[in-house]
């Protein structure tokens, strides 16, 4: 169940998480803090199917975002704790993950969506691709695009504040 909160919440959570997510300030062009604080935020508001009491979050190790997503490991989205994984390759994820971080790989590398699982990646085309959610550098800043036809087949629900916060929403 998602809390109603503002979009003005919701938009001073994501800046402030992804300041906070790093131990050190994170620097402007500092991309990969910033897309690691977005794929926390947007775990926040995504409604799972079930109830998981764990949430796992797997990427490459080659990934620049995987040493920043590491630092999520351990924290908590709801009553959900967090659990980051590496693997060596895109074909080495399994369907085990709850949400699957691929910087610059197509979805169809790792063969699609899963039931329960999020797809998000930071190539240009990554949402139209398939993909769940694709993070794009927008204006200097970076931004996501929401695929609902691929939330809808693996059972994922996004709230509504997020779904308008989106830079586009392909249906």
Do not use: W
């Amino acid at each position: 169940m998602f809390r109603p909160q503002s979009f003005r919440h919701l938009t001073l959570a994501l800046v402030c998480s992804a300041a906070a997510l790093t131990a050190q300030p994170a620097l402007a062009d500092d991309k990969s803090a910033v897309k690691a604080a977005l794929v926390y935020n947007i775990m926040r508001f995504v409604k799972f199917p079930g109830d998981p009491g764990q949430l796992k979050v797997c990427a490459t190790a080659a990934d620049p975002v995987a040493g920043d997503l590491r630092r999520l490991d351990g924290r908590n989205v709801g009553r959900a704790r967090i659990s980051v994984v590496t693997v060596n390759s895109p074909a080495a994820i399994g369907s085990s993950c709850d949400v699957v971080y691929l910087d610059s790989d197509s979805p169809r590398s790792i063969g699609g969506v899963s039931h329960g699982q999020i797809l998000i990646g930071g190539g240009r085309n990554f949402a139209e691709a398939g993909g769940t959610v694709g993070l794009i550098n927008f204006g200097g800043q970076v931004r996501f695009v929401i695929n609902s036809s691929a939330a809808r087949r693996a059972d994922i629900t996004f709230s509504a504040q997020l779904m308008q916060l989106a830079a586009k929403v392909i249906s």
